[in-house]
């Protein structure tokens, strides 16, 4: 066991300037009932290159913080604080207009449900095409060429046939590959999946995650990858971030968080995770729910349902570091030996 990041990737990664640096990033929506706050303090950065996992229970404020990133919550509802980064610029502040330019061309996205991605009415080359032609001069003729090889590219058999179709021709599978042909046609710095397969059966999902795994290494384009699933992150990621109640709990290097995560929260995500765990007669999973952002307790927010809670844990928890690259939100981190993935 040790706490040294182990990928080269990795290492890659963090020699270079952040590509995105996401500082201090709080978010709250006006309700009916007031203001809801569903993050605080979010800060963690990117690497050209990097691919980052980022799990939690539902509600943690995964998909918010890609949102916010992309600067696609409601703005008048949305009240955001903080900072992100993005190549040095701040695109919290950055006038729409070139938040636009900067959504597609620089920064991409893609969601778990392609159809709400897709317009029915026209056919998927088009789509790509337009999303093509929306950042690059090009005539209609080449957009269309560019549009034929990246449905090559993410493995869509006779590409030139499949251009003409309509989302509703295509199964699953295919409408999430034509997502992810349109996301990367421009060439993004980054790209932010939001739960890309869970929709998916198994099978598709491990061809659509060998897909954003083998086109990443090949482009460099960084991946920011939201999911539930550890099993994922630990296959494509180089670096894992644990949300807990709308705030980062742990942030590391993939290899050694899944050895020897030191937040309470990660391990026992990682005690619940079938197959990446030791098969067990009875999988452990974490008693309890996350609390509501209307209900939000002071001190540690997992504190109720830590096995490890302890006097001390009704304090407030900054992020602190525990190793080199390593970042924990919890005082208890550096004294804990808790059980990872892999044993
Ligand atoms: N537009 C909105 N208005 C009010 N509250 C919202 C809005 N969007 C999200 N929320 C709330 O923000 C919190 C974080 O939601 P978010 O969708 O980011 O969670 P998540 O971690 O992505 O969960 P899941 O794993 O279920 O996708 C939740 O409490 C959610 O109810
Ligand atoms: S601060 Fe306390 S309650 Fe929170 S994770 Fe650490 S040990 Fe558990
Ligand atoms: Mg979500």
């Not at 900067?102 to 317009?119: C, K, T």
Request: charged fraction near 25%.
């Amino acid at each position: 066991m040790n706490d040294q990041p182990s990928t080269s990737s990795f290492d890659g990664g963090i020699a270079s300037a952040p590509l995105l640096d996401v500082r201090g990033l709080s978010l709250a929506f006006a309700t009916a009932d007031g203001e809801l706050p569903v993050t605080r303090d979010v800060t963690f950065s990117v690497h050209p290159g990097e691919r980052v996992g980022i799990v939690g229970e539902s509600g943690c404020g995964k998909t918010v913080t890609g949102l916010a990133i992309l600067r696609l919550l409601p703005q008048q509802s949305t009240r955001l604080t903080g900072e992100i980064r993005f190549e040095g610029q701040d695109l919290a502040k950055l006038p729409a207009r070139r938040m636009r330019e900067v959504r597609g061309r620089d920064i991409a996205m893609i969601f778990q449900e392609p159809m709400s991605a897709l317009d029915p009415v026209f056919t998927v080359g088009e789509q790509i095409s337009e999303a093509y032609r929306t950042h690059n001069r090009v005539s209609r003729r080449e957009a269309r060429e560019r549009a034929i090889a990246a449905l090559a590219d993410v493995g869509i058999p006779a590409p030139a046939r499949r251009y003409d179709e309509y989302p509703h021709q295509l199964s699953g599978g295919m409408r999430q590959r034509v997502m992810i042909a349109m996301a990367l046609i421009c060439e993004p710095k980054l790209l932010i999946a939001d739960e890309p397969t869970t929709a998916l059966d198994v099978t598709i999902q491990a061809q659509i995650i060998d897909l954003l795994r083998a086109l990443s290494e090949r482009t460099g384009t960084a991946l920011i990858f939201i999911t539930h699933d550890l099993g994922v992150v630990a296959e494509i990621c180089t670096r894992l971030i644990t949300m807990y109640a709308g705030e980062v709990v742990e942030d590391a290097p993939v290899d050694p968080a899944l050895i020897r995560p030191r937040h309470p929260y990660t391990s026992g995500l990682l005690r619940s995770l079938p197959g990446l765990a030791q098969r067990r007669a009875h999988l452990p999973s974490i008693p309890g729910r996350v609390p509501s952002p209307l209900a939000m307790p002071a001190g540690c927010r997992f504190r109720s349902r830590c096995p490890q809670a302890m006097d001390g844990c009704e304090r407030p928890q900054p992020l602190l570091p525990v190793a080199p690259e390593r970042v924990a939100r919890c005082w208890r981190a550096p004294e804990l030996t808790l059980p990872g993935a892999v044993s």
